[in-house]
């Protein structure tokens, strides 16, 4: 069965717009513990961004990465399925040199003729694709053959605690969850990435959401 996070409408009602997207995000930076500024400052590092360069970043957002990138000098291309996310992308790249230039398109079929770009950058996109090797051999095919590719994703059972929270309030309702289930696309992967590239190095940023009991005995989580 498809997983949800993989479904058109659900990636629909989650990133219309980038209210739901900043939610998690301040999320992650109010009760994440680990270094999460790392992801982004590693993840442009490994880009090996110089003036001139073409980058893609596949699945842009709101463009979260990009003042990070356009500081190399290189030239940004932003793509995003929803109107809303590049919407907001614009906004915050409007005072960026060279200035970004997007396209609204699908990470499973990109509008690039092959060997267009220097790097592609996909960050926190493919668990919503419903063909992850397809947006793969997508972005190889628009890489320079001495092209790098930068994919970050979560690992196979992430946000267990906010799940566990969740199943405790259901069941306290009467409700019985769903067990949990691993991820569209985690870092248990691996292999399909291979087969895709010829080599692959992987990294790791481990991190976790804290939470706490209170005197009743509910979780909570802690500020």
């Known amino acids: 069965m498809q997983q949800l996070g993989a479904d058109r409408r659900f990636v629909e009602e989650q990133y219309s717009n980038a209210d739901k997207l900043g939610i998690r995000i301040e999320t992650h930076e109010r009760y994440s513990q680990g270094d999460t500024e790392r992801l982004l400052d590693e993840a442009v590092e490994a880009l ?12 842009c957002g709101a463009g979260g990465w990009h003042a990070r990138m356009a500081a190399s000098g290189a030239t940004i291309m932003g793509v995003d399925l929803m109107a809303g996310m590049l919407q907001e992308a614009r906004s915050a790249a409007a005072a960026l040199r060279p200035r970004p230039v997007f396209t609204q398109a699908d990470a499973q079929a990109l509008p690039f003729d092959a060997a267009r770009v220097d790097r592609v950058l996909c960050a926190g996109v493919l668990y919503h694709v419903p063909d992850c090797e397809r947006a793969l051999r997508e972005i190889r095919r628009v ?14 059972y992430t946000m267990r605690r906010i799940y566990e929270l969740h199943a405790d309030a259901a069941r306290g309702l009467g409700y019985e969850p769903l067990p949990i289930a691993p991820g569209q696309f985690t870092m248990d992967d691996l292999p399909l990435v291979r087969d895709v590239f010829p080599y692959v190095e992987r990294r790791l940023l481990v991190r976790r959401i804290s939470v ?12």
């Open 48 to 59: 090996a961004l110089a003036p001139g360069l073409r980058v893609l970043d596949v699945g």
């Open 212 to 223: 706490r009991r209170d005197r009743t005995g509910t979780a909570v989580l802690r500020v």
């Open 143 to 156: 890489l320079l053959a001495d092209g790098r590719a930068v994919i970050s994703t979560n690992g196979a």
